[in-house]
């Protein structure tokens, strides 16, 4: 005989098996012992929460001979015809395959003759919200006023799709996705079942890792007990069969990342990518470890939440006090970002590098939480001694040396007021350029050239090869022509090899800053005066 899955092997039979979902359960059987069927049900939640095995419960719960508090006896012809598919009475329909208008009115076209056997016939529709606008109408009027011996089972996993006139005309129960510890409890007793030996800590795992759906888990099992064939299946087999990773590189990797060190970061990342761990679950978990150390440091009695192990728990304690809030909360925010891109990426390694760099640098993203990251980071410097002005810069051996301190040129007697315009205006014209333009144009500044017109100071490399392309420098000569009113041309300069270009080409910016330290001074002069 072929090999059942666990997940079809140990499908619930009665309601008393159905785990997770009590609220539903004790809703339907009290109908049935009442006598209060209602003739169309809509069953709404996520993958593997059990609406297909509750519905098919419920179709030989009332059609059942001898149902007991409810619940089908399992042991009439009738129960035995529908658990193996022969009973004309229940009806399955994938609604993805089976989705025109023939389709359901072939339906509304069986609805007119009664059960060959039993009370009721029950149709059962698979994924309806997959159904087409002419055949969610064509269902409309049967749903409405069917026979009294049909009954009608929706389930679909998006509600939100199916047609307020067809949710109007069911009564809907939303399930709930299963608990860690109900999936646990139901993977032990079926190890104990299958006789397999599995470490506890490898089942709290597996069913973290189902994500509230019994039936991913059974899978995820099979799967495990399907590589250790014959083996006690040990919580670093589990991690092993689903490309998973241990909590405590998650720990590594916070403190390193942290530290803003990321050469440590990178070589974590190297370490999982040659234990042969998938990238896009290692994200997703690293991802609720910050989670669960967000939750450790904002809220109390969290310990029956986060579901950790006490040693776990005690290191994310620990952890919680070396960063605040905005900065866990910047961590999972970048993180978040980077999963949903994972999906599409042929190049999975290199966006997880890249922000990883993004992680330990703060200073390349200019947003409010990283800013404070920034900060926190400059304050630690501070308080471990290490200087602040003397930058590090690589010399032509590739030694580092201290730099100099910077000399400016001295700023021009007379600036044309046109030119004075477009500086005063420089934030506002660099935040309207169009990228990547803008993203150059952070790292420029405006100076002024022998001619008097102005001369835009860019970076060697990516920058100034960007500006040689044919018609850059003239968009960029609308852009602050627009802002200044005026004709501006523009010249673009690169810094000279080995010199601060600075030194050379005045900062026109710092004309800004000295225009408002005068104003402040006179105002202060009037004052006294007073």
Known sequence: MSYTALY???????????????????????????????????????????????????????????????????????????????????????????????????????????????KYKVYIIDEVHMLSIGAFNALLKTLEEPPSYVIFILATTEVHKIPITILSRCQRYDFKRITIDTIADRLRELTEKEQVQIEDKAVRYIAKAADGSMRDALSLLDQCIAFHFGQELTYDKVLDVLGAVDTEVFSRLFRTVLDGNVTGAIG???????????????VADFTWYLRNLL?????????????????????????????????????????????????????????????????????????????????????????????????????ASGTQKLQEPVVRAPLPAAIPQDIQDAVNKWSAIVTQAPMPMKAYLKTAYPSLAGDGSMLVVVEDGLPSDYFKEAGRKEELEHLISDFAGKEIKVTMQKPETGRNPREVFPDLTQLVDQKINMEIEEIEDDAEEF
Not at 268 to 282: D, H, K, N, P, S
Not at 349 to 370: A, G, H, V
């Open 268 to 282: 974590l990342l190297e370490e999982i990518v040659m234990q042969g761990r998938e990238l896009t679950q290692f």
């Open 295 to 395: 939750l450790v440091k904002t809220a109390d009695g969290i310990e029956d939440i986060i579901d950790v192990s006490t040693e776990n728990l005690a290191r994310l304690k620990e952890e919680a006090k070396m960063a605040e809030n905005d900065v866990i909360m910047r961590y999972i925010r970048i993180l978040s970002e980077l999963s949903g891109q994972l999906r599409f990426a042929a190049q999975k390694r290199i966006l997880i590098e890249m922000n990883l760099i993004k992680l330990c640098r703060p200073s390349m993203e200019t947003d409010i939480q990283s800013l404070t990251d920034r900060i926190r980071q400059l304050e630690e410097k501070i308080a471990n001694g290490v200087p602040m002005m003397a930058a590090t810069a690589a010399s």
């Open 8 to 118: 079809r092997k140990f499908r619930p039979t009665a309601f008393e098996d159905v785990k997770g979902q009590d609220h539903i359960v004790t809703t339907l059987r009290n109908q049935i012992k009442a006598e209060r069927i209602g003739h169309a049900y809509l069953f709404c939640g996520t993958r593997g929460t059990g609406k297909t095995t509750i519905a098919k419960i419920f179709a030989k719960a009332v059609n059942c001979e001898h149902p007991v508090d409810g619940s089908p006896c399992g042991e009439c012809a009738i129960c035995k015809a529908i658990a193996v598919g022969a009973s004309m009475n229940v009806i399955e329909i994938d609604a993805a395959s089976n989705n025109g208008v023939d389709n359901i009115r072939e339906i509304v076209d069986e609805v007119a003759y009664s059960p060959a056997e039993g």
